[in-house]
């Protein structure tokens, strides 16, 4: 498994971990004291999704290619697109991907899917450049960031890490996404969705329409962390494996605080006196100076009652919720279980603690926050 935490660009500072050179919004319970879900043991790049890699409708490259052998130029279509990232309203399967799918604007608000067509495996421009480290390791550290220019304007993002070494080693086209209304995981949506958090916090992309442009560069990000501190750190860097461009328009409505895909995970209660306590103990166990929390969301419709496994006697109460936080450069949103202990007959604010919830830190435009 890929790391699962999003990296981003030189700016943030893990919560719990050290100081990064490549630095990431923190997974759960990064930034928040307590402690975090179980998961399981992983290697120290940390886990990478992992996607289909069959030739199905749901597949993000093409067949298996025999071992040792790359996937090479699927089709003819890849043969007049290598190089480039193009764009559609809708998903592009490989065994379904035609020309008439392209497009080339959009609406902030649409889904926006992409396929990236390579003449080679991305590790390829990176092999040999890390002293010590093989072929093989090469690939399983691989990953992609997201150069966007706003009308020249650059902003260097990074996406959620997927894939295992083989499939970085041989696919040659692969597709993701840039905003989606399914659920299901496509690389790209974190990287889109950092864009509009730092862009906007600068004051661009405002209402208008704005030439996007997208790059994806290979690199080679190791963490280099000890003591169960992170320290990302990137160790190599290609050239750009496809470029591709695109308009998109912006109104004033864009901005929708009520759209989840937008401005993150949505309350589904009002209950303000709960809210103000959360927010309270996050700010005193808070980790992150540089963007503090603001303002909670109470994503649970009620309590849920933990009891001991064997005695049945009741030992916390937990409900989920999200905190947005507020920086100088951007703003996040991340899911935790709040927790109070049962404590001589009633729960105790005193007690109480975060929990790791399997939602990870997303950037927001700072505007979703009230």
């Known amino acids: 498994m890929r790391k699962l935490a999003i990296l981003a660009e030189f700016a943030l500072l893990v919560g719990l971990g050290g100081t990064v050179a490549v630095a990431q919004i923190p997974a759960v319970g990064d930034v928040l004291?307590?402690?975090?879900?179980?998961?399981?043991?992983?290697?120290?790049?940390?886990?990478?999704?992992?996607?289909?890699?069959?030739?199905?409708?749901?597949?993000?490259?093409?067949?298996?290619?025999?071992?040792?052998?790359?996937?090479?130029?699927?089709?003819?279509?890849?043969?007049?697109?290598?190089?480039?990232?193009?764009?559609?309203?809708?998903?592009?399967?490989?065994?379904?991907?035609?020309?008439?799918?392209?497009?080339?604007?959009?609406?902030?608000?649409?889904?926006?899917?992409?396929?990236?067509?390579?003449?080679?495996?991305?590790?390829?421009?990176?092999?040999?450049?890390?002293?010590?480290?093989?072929?093989?390791?090469?690939?399983?550290?691989?990953?992609?960031?997201?150069?966007?220019?706003?009308?020249?304007?650059?902003?260097?993002?990074?996406q959620r890490p997927w894939g295992t070494a083989d499939e970085y080693k041989t696919w040659t086209t692969w597709r993701g996404q840039l905003l989606s209304r399914g659920e299901r995981f496509f690389p790209g949506q974190e990287g889109f969705g950092e864009l509009l958090?730092?862009?906007?916090?600068?004051?661009?992309?405002?209402?208008?329409?704005?030439?996007?442009?997208?790059?994806?560069?290979?690199?080679?990000?190791?963490?280099?962390?000890?003591?169960?501190?992170?320290?990302?750190?990137?160790?190599?860097?290609?050239?750009?494996?496809?470029?591709?461009?695109?308009?998109?328009?912006?109104?004033?409505?864009?901005?929708?605080?009520?759209?989840?895909?937008?401005?993150?995970?949505?309350?589904?209660?009002?209950n303000p006196a709960l809210e103000s306590t959360i927010l309270s103990h996050a700010r005193s166990v808070w980790n992150r100076p540089s963007a503090p929390p603001v303002k909670v969301r109470v994503t649970h419709t009620g309590w849920t009652i933990v009891r001991h496994p064997v005695t049945g006697i009741i030992l916390h109460r937990q409900i989920d919720a999200a905190i947005l936080s507020r920086g100088a450069e951007f703003c996040d949103i991340q899911g935790y279980s709040y927790s109070q202990p049962y404590v001589g007959g009633g729960f105790s604010a005193g007690g109480a603690k975060f929990n790791g919830a399997e939602t990870y830190g997303t950037y927001i435009p700072c505007s979703c926050i009230a």
């Open 33 to 158: 004291g307590g402690t975090k879900k179980p998961r399981p043991a992983q290697p120290d790049r940390g886990g990478k999704q992992e996607l289909p890699n069959s030739n199905q409708g749901t597949s993000f490259a093409a067949p298996a290619a025999p071992q040792g052998a790359t996937q090479g130029i699927t089709s003819e279509l890849h043969r007049q697109n290598i190089g480039r990232i193009v764009f559609s309203g809708q998903d592009m399967p490989l065994d379904r991907m035609n020309a008439g799918m392209f497009k080339t604007a959009f609406n902030l608000g649409d889904e926006i899917y992409f396929r990236v067509y390579m003449a080679e495996p991305a590790p390829t421009r990176l092999y040999g450049r890390v002293a010590g480290m093989d072929d093989h390791n090469t690939a399983y550290f691989t990953q992609y960031k997201m150069l966007f220019t706003v009308d020249g304007r650059p902003y260097e993002v990074s």
């Open 197 to 270: 958090s730092r862009a906007t916090r600068k004051g661009d992309l405002g209402p208008g329409t704005y030439k996007i442009t997208l790059e994806m560069i290979p690199v080679v990000i190791v963490n280099e962390g000890t003591g169960g501190r992170n320290n990302f750190v990137e160790k190599a860097r290609g050239a750009p494996v496809a470029k591709g461009e695109f308009t998109l328009t912006v109104t004033a409505s864009s901005y929708n605080r009520n759209d989840p895909k937008i401005c993150g995970a949505q309350a589904v209660q009002s």
